[in-house]
């Protein structure tokens, strides 16, 4: 696995946060943090940051950070999100330690508080803190009303502890539908904080969960939920996104009355009392970052799957030919702030070519082919080329080199244009690796298209620079007719034609896909490249960066998918 580097842009204010409570001893010697997802889908780019967030500054303060299923919502969660979930958290290079709830250190289930949880509820309601509510979600919403001006209480606010106990009771055995009770924590009705106007702690879900089946069909609300997780695993810092900052009070609410309940846990005696604090979301330019927008995409075909390069998933972006390394220092880049802000997608995509550029094998493939004929070249020679001329430890390659080569169509013109360098009548150019050719003649098909030039080649050329001295300027590609491999190369481009496809609200974002963002070509590569591991990465040379598919690559059918291009306009500020 490729350096996790902490930079000078990670020392932002949650860094300083934990930095004084390291400091102050309110640890208890071990900083521990989690990431929370829920498993209702693939996580994303956005998610991404909260990982690196996450499990960074654990890593930054030799401190553990937990991977906590946030599985309290019985539907739509699953296992199978649930394994990618790891998956492609250990692909981005983290590792989850700590206790675990289970035989894997460092994961856990929120469901598996599910008992604890139901008891804490029962303590509050027996010491008169929480109570159960008959309101209709419209009547709720009517007494709870609005900041500026207190809301009503409940007709069931001052129900006796007892009869509470035996409604919530009723409510666990099933013996009501869905809303109509709930529990509801027992705050202030007149806070200017909504949240904290008596909010709903537990509510009736007839819904089976995906581990625990029929066990439940009452589930306790995230506000809840959340701070009991955090304090009963013991975690330090409870870093979120900015929507979370006005549930804080409520968070501290909560562990408040753990605390009354001796139930924080203490290590090396200092009592750990988790906290919240809030960072701001990850927006990317044209592309949008909800589950339920992804998955909808996914299940109406839009998309080939969660998977499909052009995705912000985690396992899209793999696919594509991302690295770990490079949407960390992306992440890295955008950094951590209180301020909401769209990022750049040409950002993440500037951090890929980057790195690919130092790593990448280079290799030649052509997209769009046209036939080259040398006309006075006899037999086969082998050109040699250097893998990455950035990296000498990577060597060089042999390429079978005969009278019929593949070029790319752009780099001939019939009346080159200005400033063109490349093949056109009566031109030399150089064949990488190999050597110089002139253009004697080319033919047109029935369409006008050009569908063959031809050549002769200057033999004192090879290897090298013409023995006369004279300059030839352009170098183009190429790939033997003889040994090269068809290959079909995926060209991906963005999946939205405006950065914001969310502009029109979030019922409208279809009508700004891209009818482009996918483009299959039959290509012509050159024959190593039959032997490509699946995922993994090249630079196709004056192309783009590539990588063989995951899934549908096989020497005998390659499939290879463009990451990146080679080239573009964005510099970082
Ligand atoms: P979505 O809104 O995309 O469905 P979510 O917030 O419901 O995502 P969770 O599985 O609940 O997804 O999120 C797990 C963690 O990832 C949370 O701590 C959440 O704050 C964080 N997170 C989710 N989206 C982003 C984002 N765009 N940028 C930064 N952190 C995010
Ligand atoms: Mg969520």
Same mark, same amino acid.
């Given at each position: 696995? %490729?350096?996790?580097?902490?930079?000078?842009?990670?020392?932002?204010?949650?860094? =300083?946060?934990?930095?004084?409570?390291?400091?102050?001893?309110?640890?208890?010697?071990?900083?521990?943090?989690?990431?929370?997802?829920?498993?209702?889908?693939?996580?994303?780019?956005?998610?991404?940051?909260?990982?690196?967030?996450? $499990?960074?500054?654990?890593?930054?303060?030799?401190?553990?950070?937990?991977?906590?299923?946030?599985?309290?919502?019985?539907?739509?969660?699953?296992?199978?999100?649930?394994?990618?979930?790891?998956?492609?958290?250990? +692909?981005?290079? +983290?590792?989850?330690?700590?206790?675990?709830?289970?035989?894997?250190?460092?994961?856990?289930?929120?469901?598996?508080?599910?008992?604890?949880?139901?008891?804490?509820?029962?303590?509050?309601?027996?010491?008169?803190?929480?109570?159960? /509510?008959?309101?209709?979600?419209?009547? +709720?919403?009517?007494?709870?009303?609005?900041?500026?001006?207190?809301?009503?209480?409940?007709?069931?606010?001052?129900?006796?502890?007892?009869?509470?106990?035996?409604?919530?009771?009723?409510?666990?055995?099933?013996?009501?539908?869905?809303?109509?009770? /709930?529990?509801?924590?027992?705050? %202030?009705?007149?806070?200017?904080?909504?949240? $904290?106007?008596?909010? !709903?702690?537990?509510?009736?879900?007839?819904?089976?969960?995906?581990?625990?089946?029929?066990? +439940? /069909?009452?589930?306790?609300?995230?506000?809840?939920?959340?701070?009991?997780?955090?304090?009963?695993?013991?975690?330090?810092?409870?870093? /979120?996104?900015?929507?979370?900052?006005?549930?804080?009070?409520?968070?501290?609410?909560?562990?408040?009355?753990?605390?009354?309940?001796?139930?924080? !846990? !203490?290590?090396?005696?200092?009592?750990?009392?988790? =906290? =919240?604090?809030?960072?701001?979301?990850?927006?990317?330019?044209?592309?949008?970052?909800?589950?339920?927008?992804l998955l909808q995409m996914v299940t109406e075909g839009r998309v080939a799957g969660w998977d499909d390069p052009r995705m912000p998933t985690v396992c899209g972006m793999r696919r594509r030919g991302f690295t770990p390394g490079a949407i960390r220092e992306f992440c890295d880049r955008v950094g951590v702030t209180k301020v909401e802000s769209e990022s750049d997608t040409a950002l993440l995509e500037w951090c890929v070519r980057e790195e690919l550029n130092k790593t990448a094998l280079r290799r030649m493939a052509v997209l769009d082919p046209v036939k080259l004929v040398i006309e006075n070249f006899e037999g086969t020679r082998m050109a040699s080329k250097p893998n990455n001329p950035l990296d000498e430890a990577s060597g060089s390659r042999e390429i079978p080199f005969s009278r019929e080569l593949w070029i790319d169509r752009a780099d001939f013109q019939e009346n080159p244009e200005k400033k063109f360098f490349r093949l056109g009548p009566d031109r030399e150019v150089r064949l990488a690796g190999a050597c110089i050719v002139k253009c004697v003649g080319y033919e047109k098909d029935a369409d006008g298209k050009v569908s063959l030039v031809r050549c002769t080649w200057d033999e004192g050329s090879w290897g090298g620079n013409a023995p006369d001295g004279r300059k030839v300027k352009g170098t183009i590609h190429w790939v033997d007719c003889a040994t090269g491999v068809k290959a079909e190369v995926r060209l991906y481009d963005r999946l939205f034609t405006v950065p914001n496809p969310m502009q029109d609200g979030s019922d409208q974002f279809l009508k700004y896909l891209n009818p482009e963002s996918l483009k299959t070509v039959s290509a012509y590569v050159e024959p190593s490249l039959a032997a490509a591991e699946p995922g993994e990465r090249f630079q196709f040379e004056r192309t783009g960066y590539f990588c063989a598919d995951a899934k549908d690559f096989s020497a005998a059918a390659p499939v290879f998918n463009r990451t990146v291009t080679l080239k573009d306009s964005y510099k970082p500020a």
């Amino acid at each position: 696995m %490729d350096e996790i580097k902490e930079s000078d842009t990670s020392r932002h204010f949650l860094r =300083q946060w934990i930095e004084e409570d390291v400091a102050a001893g309110r640890t208890g010697g071990t900083v521990v943090t989690r990431f929370p997802p829920e498993p209702n889908g693939y996580i994303h780019i956005g998610h991404a940051k909260a990982v690196c967030v996450d $499990f960074g500054m654990a890593r930054l303060f030799g401190g553990e950070c937990h991977l906590r299923l946030d599985d309290t919502n019985p539907t739509k969660e699953s296992d199978e999100y649930a394994e990618n979930i790891k998956n492609d958290i250990r +692909w981005l290079g +983290w590792q989850w330690s700590g206790a675990g709830d289970g035989k894997e250190p460092g994961f856990y289930n929120a469901s598996n508080m599910f008992d604890t949880m139901y008891a804490i509820a029962e303590n509050l309601i027996k010491a008169g803190q929480a109570y159960c /509510c008959n309101l209709t979600q419209d009547e +709720w919403k009517e007494y709870r009303g609005v900041p500026e001006k207190p809301g009503r209480p409940s007709p069931s606010r001052d129900t006796t502890p007892e009869r509470n106990l035996e409604i919530f009771r009723d409510m666990r055995a099933g013996k009501y539908a869905d809303g109509e009770w /709930c529990l509801r924590a027992k705050i %202030d009705m007149a806070s200017p904080n909504i949240h $904290f106007r008596d909010p !709903v702690i537990y509510r009736i879900r007839h819904v089976s969960h995906y581990h625990l089946g029929d066990k +439940w /069909c009452i589930y306790p609300m995230y506000d809840f939920a959340h701070p009991i997780e955090d304090a009963l695993e013991g975690v330090t810092h409870s870093m /979120c996104t900015l929507e979370f900052e006005v549930h804080r009070p409520l968070y501290d609410w909560v562990v408040d009355r753990l605390d009354e309940m001796g139930m924080l !846990v !203490v290590r090396n005696g200092v009592k750990i009392r988790p =906290q =919240q604090r809030e960072f701001a979301r990850l927006n990317l330019t044209y592309t949008v970052m909800s589950k339920r927008l992804l998955l909808q995409m996914v299940t109406e075909g839009r998309v080939a799957g969660w998977d499909d390069p052009r995705m912000p998933t985690v396992c899209g972006m793999r696919r594509r030919g991302f690295t770990p390394g490079a949407i960390r220092e992306f992440c890295d880049r955008v950094g951590v702030t209180k301020v909401e802000s769209e990022s750049d997608t040409a950002l993440l995509e500037w951090c890929v070519r980057e790195e690919l550029n130092k790593t990448a094998l280079r290799r030649m493939a052509v997209l769009d082919p046209v036939k080259l004929v040398i006309e006075n070249f006899e037999g086969t020679r082998m050109a040699s080329k250097p893998n990455n001329p950035l990296d000498e430890a990577s060597g060089s390659r042999e390429i079978p080199f005969s009278r019929e080569l593949w070029i790319d169509r752009a780099d001939f013109q019939e009346n080159p244009e200005k400033k063109f360098f490349r093949l056109g009548p009566d031109r030399e150019v150089r064949l990488a690796g190999a050597c110089i050719v002139k253009c004697v003649g080319y033919e047109k098909d029935a369409d006008g298209k050009v569908s063959l030039v031809r050549c002769t080649w200057d033999e004192g050329s090879w290897g090298g620079n013409a023995p006369d001295g004279r300059k030839v300027k352009g170098t183009i590609h190429w790939v033997d007719c003889a040994t090269g491999v068809k290959a079909e190369v995926r060209l991906y481009d963005r999946l939205f034609t405006v950065p914001n496809p969310m502009q029109d609200g979030s019922d409208q974002f279809l009508k700004y896909l891209n009818p482009e963002s996918l483009k299959t070509v039959s290509a012509y590569v050159e024959p190593s490249l039959a032997a490509a591991e699946p995922g993994e990465r090249f630079q196709f040379e004056r192309t783009g960066y590539f990588c063989a598919d995951a899934k549908d690559f096989s020497a005998a059918a390659p499939v290879f998918n463009r990451t990146v291009t080679l080239k573009d306009s964005y510099k970082p500020a």
